[in-house]
């Protein structure tokens, strides 16, 4: 795992973190204007408030946090057996082109590591820069067609009622085999 940039830390989200996802996930969704990517992209499509509440306790929420702006992004994980998935990550544009992306990618990884998952896996948009191609650059690898679990499927059903899913791929990356053995 890199360094985090000076300043910068990540821990484990709080309730009262909640508070500010919408506004970092809107502002990161920023970046898709244009693309022709999502059908619609306003505030009222953020992520619940109530999946938050469900995830925290777990530990599946990891934010990133400035020394002085707060929380500036986050993951949102969800156990989807056999693997970790990463439903979102979201990193406000002001502090984007950092390498906070791929620290907070790493520090999946790392968790479905210690809870001893198999992989991480996620689903995203095949052309964009910062989506398939960022994902390739930290090992993970596109899952074939035919080796889409039901979940899988089922996701991309709902994906497809709010973006094209044409232009998505479900990704997966194995962790170390290391922390497996006994």
């Known amino acids: 795992m890199r360094p985090i940039p000076e300043g910068y830390s990540l821990r484990r989200a709080g309730l009262a973190d909640i508070a500010v996802f919408g506004g970092i996930?809107?502002?990161?969704?920023?970046?898709?204007?244009g693309t022709g990517l999502l059908d619609r992209m306003d505030d009222a499509d953020n992520i619940?408030?109530?999946?938050?509440?469900a995830a925290i306790p777990a530990g599946l929420v990891t934010v990133l946090e400035h020394e002085t702006d707060g929380v500036v992004g986050y993951t949102l994980c969800s156990y989807r057996p056999?693997?970790?998935y990463l439903d979102q990550v979201a990193v406000h544009p002001d502090h984007g082109r950092r390498?906070?992306?791929r620290a907070l990618v790493e520090a999946v990884?790392?968790?479905?590591?210690?809870r001893r998952l198999p992989a991480v896996s996620l689903s995203t948009f095949t052309d964009v820069p910062w989506n398939a191609p960022f994902y390739a650059s930290i090992g993970f690898k596109p899952v074939k067609r035919s080796k889409l679990t039901p979940w899988m499927l089922e996701l991309e059903r709902l994906q497809a009622e709010q973006m094209d899913v044409s232009k998505r791929c479900f990704m997966r990356r194995k962790v170390r085999?290391?922390?497996f053995r006994r």
């Open 109 to 114: 990884i790392l968790d479905a590591e210690a």
């Open 82 to 84: 056999p693997d970790h």
């Open 99 to 101: 390498g906070l992306g």
């Open 25 to 33: 996930e809107s502002a990161a969704d920023s970046r898709f204007e």
């Open 48 to 53: 619940p408030r109530e999946v938050f509440e």
């Open 177 to 179: 085999r290391a922390l």
